[in-house]
């Protein structure tokens, strides 16, 4: 802040309340977040954007990381506690990355469909990250994020009913 020229009440004035504060800054987070992996996407032949998405998200940098890794999945149980006004831009930017994964997916399936199949692929994706996170082991550790990317992508390339 001091940085920027501002103080402490003068930076806390562009807010309304807490809950404003908190929202915008979850929101830009998760825009970071969004832009790291369509990056990942991005840089690879077309077809290989699923393993990009998934071993960009699933990784040891971003298991050790966690500051400058995915805010959803920092502080998804906080979240949780939080009003409807922080609730929203979470599930906005969720809502977003989600999307750029499942337009990775393999061809078929409604829009509906897909989402839904992203939305399971992204939550054993964050899922694994968290428990990677959280064992005392860096073998079992490991072997998590291992296990986490060869499920993620069994799953997302299941046949289409």
Not at 91 to 104: C, H, K, M, P
Not at 106 to 116: F, Q, T
Request: net charge negative; charged share 25%.
């Amino acid at each position: 802040m001091v940085d920027a020229g501002l103080t402490h009440g003068g930076f806390y004035a562009h807010f309304s309340s807490r809950a404003e504060l908190v929202a915008e800054a979850i929101g830009a987070a998760l825009r970071e977040t969004l832009n790291s992996l369509s990056e990942a996407v991005a840089k690879v032949p077309e077809g290989e954007g699923l393993e990009a998405f998934i071993n960009a998200y699933l990784n040891s940098l971003h298991r050790d990381r966690p500051d400058r890794g995915c805010a959803g999945a920092a502080l998804v149980e906080e979240v949780a506690r939080e009003p409807a006004e922080v609730r929203r831009p979470f599930t906005v930017g969720i809502e977003a990355i989600v999307s750029v994964l499942a337009d990775q997916l393999p061809p078929g399936g409604s829009e509906a469909e897909r989402m839904n199949r992203a939305f399971g692929v992204f939550s054993l994706l964050m899922g694994a990250l968290q428990l990677s996170r959280s064992v005392d082991d860096a073998g079992k550790s490991s072997a998590i994020l291992q296990s986490g990317r060869l499920e993620a992508l069994s799953l997302a390339r299941l046949r289409w009913s």
